[in-house]
């Protein structure tokens, strides 16, 4: 069995079983029956838990005349959300907050949870941040046809009807690759900020990992609002008005 988190050991012990029985039920086989959920689903539970209790907390204590400091706090998370969006996509920008707000909030808090004893940094595997890119894949996408129905398809087509045929395989590598692009960097700047400060925290455990430590929180929210803002930008594609 491999080595598990604590909370994923937890998990484990509880509901081994009925994760067995709803593999099966796909075809699929755990590699590990005593152990089939991973570290990484895991923490993305534990995140989402987190998130789900803070909002809650904040929904119960919302106040007008004597807001408290998590008011204050995600009031000023979702004013910045909305400026970027609105900057971005425009006066219709509102109905979109929502969701930016929460993949910024949840991939920073995946990528900050690692810097925690005894937690691991859940987007530092690649199937992870795969997801939360094929969530902003198929968002964006969803907006496009509720804003522009079925017109939505003439953004596959290009500008002039004669570059048709060349502009559609061309949009749909694009489109395809946006997947790849918000998977890689995300993965790849979390897995080399965990392993490097893993690194130097083993080598000189006093002091200079202090350092890189710093440098992964910069790049831990530097990373969310790089996700973030490549959501905005796609939304803001595919409800573009022609002219």
């Not at 706090?73 to 970027?84: P, R, T």
């Not at 490097?196 to 080598?203: A, C, D, Y």
């Not at 890189?212 to 573009?240: E, K, N, P, R, T």
Request: charged share 10%.
């Amino acid at each position: 069995m491999p080595e598990q988190l604590w909370f994923t050991e937890i998990l484990n012990r509880l509901f081994a079983g009925p994760v067995n029985a709803f593999l099966h039920v796909l075809g699929i086989t755990a590699k590990h029956p005593a152990a089939p959920i991973p570290d990484s689903f895991a923490m993305e539970l534990l995140v989402f838990g987190f998130l789900l209790i803070v909002f809650l907390l904040v929904r119960s204590r919302l106040s007008v005349e004597s807001p408290g400091a998590l008011q204050h706090a995600f009031e000023g998370i979702e004013e910045f959300v909305a400026g970027q969006s609105h900057e971005i996509i425009g006066h219709h920008s509102e109905q979109y907050t929502a969701f930016f707000a929460i993949v910024f909030l949840f991939i920073l808090v995946c990528n900050l949870i690692g810097l925690l004893p005894g937690f691991d940094s859940p987007t530092g595997v690649a199937y992870v941040p795969l997801g939360c890119a094929i969530c902003s894949f198929v968002y964006y996408h969803a907006q496009g046809f509720k804003h522009a129905g079925i017109g939505y398809l003439k953004h596959f087509l290009g500008p002039i009807p004669a570059l048709a045929p060349l502009m559609l395989p061309i949009e749909l590598i694009s489109h395809t690759a946006r997947l790849l692009s918000l998977t890689v960097r995300l993965w790849a700047n979390i897995f080399a900020g965990d392993l490097v400060t893993l690194v130097f925290f083993s080598m000189i455990p006093i002091g200079v990992p202090i350092i890189f430590l710093s440098l992964h929180i910069v790049v831990a929210v530097l990373q969310a609002y790089v996700f973030m803002l490549l959501s905005i930008i796609y939304v803001s594609g595919a409800v573009a008005e022609e002219h």
